[in-house]
């Protein structure tokens, strides 16, 4: 579903992210982390034109929207360990994970008045 409203707006190698993480309504499994092939080639992404974030960020996107409803439990749990292992593994500096509305001209409320950004920032940027 991503995949294909990604490329019916231009994103001719569909899924803009790197990393998909379900909520157990598109036939995953809640917290099921989906590595794209943007990953999997080592692509840019198709996420955040803005900052530069799609040449230099790797896109994380949950499924759901956050100005309606919360995150489940399964997808924060999943999002903290792929930040971590990805931070980790990268040394990624913990001020360099940032939300799509936090860049510099990102006109959006991604990923929404709902996401609960302070508990992830105490799990991630310890």
Known sequence: VIH???HDRGFWQGLGYHFL???GTLGKGDG???VSPRWIKQQMGAHCQAGG???QGIGIALVGNFNYERPTPAQMEALVYLV???R???RIPATHVVGHRDIANGKTDCPGRNFPWHHFFQQVRS
């Open 4 to 6: 294909n409203s990604h």
């Open 21 to 23: 993480i379900d909520n």
């Open 32 to 34: 099921q982390i989906e």
């Open 53 to 55: 974030m799609n040449t």
């Open 84 to 86: 971590t292992t990805l």
């Open 88 to 90: 980790q593994y990268y």
